[in-house]
T-cell receptor, first 109, second 112 residues
Framework: GENVEQHPSTLSVQEGDSAVIKCTYS??????FPWYKQELGKRPQLIID?????GEKKDQRIAVTLNKTAKHFSLHITETQPEDSAVYFC????????FGAGTRLTVKP | GAGVSQSPRYKVTKRGQDVALRCDPI?????LYWYRQALGQGPEFLTY????????KSGLPNDRFSAERPEGSISTLTIQRTEQRDSAMYRC??????????FGPGTRLTVL
């Protein structure tokens, strides 16, 4: 089955800096790669996603890149703000969905 | 309602009891997924449905866990003879045709 690995497990950046979170997946048939943000005590919220026929997608300060050959994808957050602090999860899906272990991002004001 | 709902939000039970967790998805969403999320971890896939058909139950830990979605809408996850290791947040998510999933608030299960 699919196995998703996520790095780093914790990330601390200064407000205004960029943050990058990386994931790798094992199943070459996976074709959908979402990213979720989870604040303490809340449900995961979809923030951006990318499909296997696209290499990059951007939404304001958030972008995701996908390298199908290498089977890895990354989340990029630019101009980070304290409210970006949360746990971020990547996932890979063909029909079921498998999640990474999460990255705790802290943005220091 | 506009979003996914789950009930109960909290369930405390004694070891050996059966529990049933309910998920009420967004109207019209074909796919429904069940996950278990331990504190500080990512959601762990349990099972999913398209309409009323259970497509994949490979993530169910053992035969004490079962799920159904008889009319293709509301789903129930049942855990029989609960054990302390079953304690976790159980989340459902429903999906549109594009594959995106929207999570419910979860049921926090505590087995004493």
């Amino acid at each position: 089955g699919e196995n998703v690995e996520q790095h780093p497990s914790t990330l601390s950046v200064q407000e205004g800096d960029s943050a990058v979170i990386k994931c790798t997946y094992s199943d070459s048939a996976s074709n959908y790669f979402p990213w979720y943000k989870q604040e303490l005590g809340k449900r995961p919220q979809l923030i951006i996603d990318i499909r296997s026929n696209v290499g990059e997608k951007k939404d304001q300060r958030i972008a995701v890149t996908l390298n199908k050959t290498a089977k890895h994808f990354s989340l990029h957050i630019t101009e980070t703000q304290p409210e970006d602090s949360a746990v971020y999860f990547c996932a890979a899906s063909r029909s079921d969905m498998r999640f990474g272990a999460g990255t705790r991002l802290t943005v220091k004001p | 309602g506009a979003g996914v709902s789950q009930s109960p939000r909290y369930k405390v039970t004694k070891r050996g009891q059966d529990v049933a967790l309910r998920c009420d998805p967004i109207s019209g969403h074909v796919s429904l997924y069940w996950y278990r999320q331990a504190l500080g971890q990512g959601p762990e896939f349990l099972t999913y449905f398209n309409y009323e058909a259970q497509q994949d139950k490979s993530g169910l830990p053992n035969d004490r866990f079962s799920a159904e979605r008889p009319e293709g809408s509301i789903s129930t996850l049942t855990i029989q003879r609960t054990e302390q290791r079953d304690s976790a947040m159980y989340r459902c998510a429903c999906g549109g045709v594009s594959g995106e999933q929207f999570f419910g608030p979860g049921t926090r299960l505590t087995v004493l």
